[in-house]
T-cell receptor
Framework: QSALTQPASVSGSPGQSITISCTGT?????????VLWYQQHPGKAPKLIIF???NRPSGISTRFSGSKSGNTASLTISGLQAEDEASYYC???????????FGRGTDLTV | EVQLVESGGDLVQPGGSLRLSCVAS????????MTWVRQAPGKGLEWVAN??????????ADSVRGRFTISRDNSKNSLYLQMYSLRVEDTAVYYC?????FGRGAFDLWGQGTMVIVSS
């Protein structure tokens, strides 16, 4: 499966905001609202932080927000905190391969 | 406690077979789609397979289709991944995950993972 395209790394200072992009095609990100974001700290299991483009599961900070325009989805983290330092993965359903596909991941340094 | 616990990971030679298990507790296992996701050392996440709550529909990634099977025993709150014809590139931590009711692909509960190493 072709992975969705994410920047390899982003960085920001505490209190700042950052945005991570996730670019796909009309067969995945652009064609469905099944776009999700996962956070993963080293050595830990991933954690769901955004589902269906812009929805947060219960317990996820409002500092995390998602959006989508065309074939590109975005995750914005505002008011960066040290604990946000982690890897972030976007995920979307792809009808080209009839499967869920992940981005290659973005390492966030705070 | 709501949790998923995987087991079965091991060192296996190329061409070998292995069965992974995932035991669920603290929630109504039989009501949820379940998924396997893997992560090669130092690499990103890769969706492997999923299975409908009643076991009646299954889907696989191209990379494992025809070599892996997925099954469940709802009476034992257990999910399985049977892996055949293992390749070096199947080396990874394998996670089982629960798909939430509130969104497709929303894997809201994950296990701690079990390591599979395929090497001669």
């Amino acid at each position: 499966q072709s992975a969705l395209t994410q920047p390899a790394s982003v960085s920001g200072s505490p209190g700042q905001s950052i945005t991570i992009s996730c670019t796909g095609t009309s067969s995945d990100v652009g064609g469905y609202d099944h776009v999700l974001w996962y956070q993963q700290h080293p050595g830990k299991a991933p954690k769901l932080i955004i589902f269906e483009v812009d929805n947060r599961p219960s317990g996820i900070s409002t500092r995390f927000s998602g959006s989508k325009s065309g074939n590109t989805a975005s995750l914005t983290i505002s008011g960066l905190q040290a604990e946000d330092e982690a890897s972030y993965y976007c995920c979307s359903y792809s009808d080209r391969v009839s499967a869920w596909v992940f981005g290659r991941g973005t390492d966030l340094t705070v | 406690e709501v949790q998923l616990v995987e087991s079965g990971g091991d060192l296996v030679q190329p061409g070998g077979s292995l069965r992974l298990s995932c035991v669920a507790s603290g929630f109504t296992f039989r009501s949820h789609w379940m998924t396997w996701v893997r992560q090669a050392p130092g690499k990103g996440l890769e969706w492997v397979a999923n299975l409908r709550s009643d076991g009646g529909e299954e889907n696989f990634a191209d990379s494992v289709r025809g070599r892996f099977t997925i099954s469940r025993d709802n009476s034992k709150n257990s999910l399985y991944l049977q892996m055949y014809s293992l390749r070096v590139e199947d080396t990874a931590v394998y996670y089982c995950a629960r798909e939430a009711f509130f969104g497709r692909g929303a894997f809201d509960l994950w296990g701690q993972g079990t390591m599979v190493i395929v090497s001669s």
